[in-house]
């Protein structure tokens, strides 16, 4: 394998790594497109990897058991959640607008971390 080939290996592995749960392909992409810009690496499905955080879409019909991984639900009706008494989780208003899903993905990432 060439240098500059392990060398974009090892930075992939040193970005904490998003799981994406969206159904939605092309907010799937615009989300991932995004986060890989923000410095973090996406996966659209569990592969072994340990995952930082996951970002749901509050419209998938099944959610994996995420065993206490911080999760981000992305919802057009928080009131609903609340109301649902759903814990656990943090919620974002879609439509997404401006910075909510990058802030409080920063602030999810910096409580979990040790």
Known sequence: MSRPRRRMLRVMCDRPL????????????????????????????PDGRPVAAVIIDDDAAVWPDLGGTPTIVLTGDIPRFLRRGVRGVSLVEKPLLGDALSERLSEVLHRSSP
């Open 18 to 45: 998003i799981l994406l749960l969206v159904g939605d392909e092309p907010l799937r992409e615009a989300l991932g497109f995004s986060l890989e810009i923000e410095g973090y690496a996406v996966a659209e499905r």
